[in-house]
């Protein structure tokens, strides 16, 4: 599950300067990742949808990205991470409810609350992009690291 984290880091990564290969690369990754039997945790009409509207937004954030718009891209993104929200969401509160005396499975939360939450994480991560983006822009170029860096002579 960690590798979804990954794959969207280096989405973000890939946002802040404009490398739409990198974007379509992970977001494809994403798809394959929620295609995978592992995937599949819970066997439940609510987790199938969502992971099917996940997948959805992973592919639409893939193929927007070849078209290098950068605003349209963000916002495939920022989709991307409310269908994230909204499994993880639905996840806790299925724990929440599971154990109560008397649980019900009925959805105690709105739609509308969890789309006022998700559009919150989402200004919340948009407000991080473009400050990564300007990070970006200011630092200077680090110098290369890894095997074979230390023979580098400057
Ligand atoms: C369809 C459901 C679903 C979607 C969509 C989803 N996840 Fe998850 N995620 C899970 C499940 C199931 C787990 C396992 C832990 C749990 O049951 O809460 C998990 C766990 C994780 C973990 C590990 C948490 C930990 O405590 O180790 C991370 C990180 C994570 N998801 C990130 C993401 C990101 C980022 C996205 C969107 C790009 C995403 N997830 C979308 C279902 C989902």
Same mark, same amino acid.
């Given at each position: 599950?960690?590798?979804?984290?990954?794959?969207?880091?280096? +989405?973000?990564?890939?946002?802040? +300067?404009?490398?739409?290969?990198? &974007?379509? !690369?992970?977001?494809?990754?994403?798809?394959?990742?929620s295609?995978?039997?592992?995937w599949? @945790? #819970?066997?439940?009409?609510?987790?199938?949808?969502?992971?099917?509207?996940?997948r /959805?937004?992973? =592919?639409?954030? *893939?193929?927007?990205?070849?078209? /290098?718009?950068?605003?349209?891209?963000?916002? #495939?993104?920022?989709?991307?991470?409310?269908?994230? &929200?909204?499994?993880?969401? !639905?996840?806790?509160?299925?724990?929440?409810?599971?154990?109560?005396?008397?649980?019900?499975?009925? &959805?105690?939360?709105?739609?509308?609350? +969890? =789309? *006022?939450?998700?559009?919150?994480?989402?200004?919340?991560?948009?407000?991080?992009? &473009?400050?990564?983006?300007?990070?970006?822009?200011?630092?200077?170029?680090?110098?290369?690291?890894?095997?074979?860096? *230390?023979? @580098? @002579?400057?």
């Amino acid at each position: 599950m960690r590798a979804k984290l990954t794959y969207t880091q280096a +989405i973000v990564e890939a946002l802040a +300067i404009s490398d739409y290969k990198q &974007i379509e !690369h992970n977001a494809m990754r994403l798809v394959d990742l929620s295609q995978q039997g592992g995937w599949m @945790v #819970h066997d439940t009409m609510a987790y199938a949808g969502l992971s099917d509207d996940f997948r /959805n937004r992973a =592919r639409t954030l *893939a193929m927007g990205s070849l078209r /290098n718009d950068l605003d349209l891209t963000t916002d #495939h993104y920022a989709q991307l991470l409310d269908s994230c &929200i909204a499994c993880h969401d !639905h996840l806790k509160q299925q724990r929440q409810t599971k154990d109560m005396p008397g649980a019900v499975s009925s &959805i105690l939360e709105t739609d509308l609350d +969890i =789309r *006022a939450r998700a559009d919150d994480a989402r200004r919340r991560d948009l407000t991080n992009t &473009i400050l990564a983006l300007l990070q970006k822009r200011q630092r200077p170029v680090p110098p290369p690291s890894g095997p074979g860096a *230390a023979n @580098v @002579v400057y």
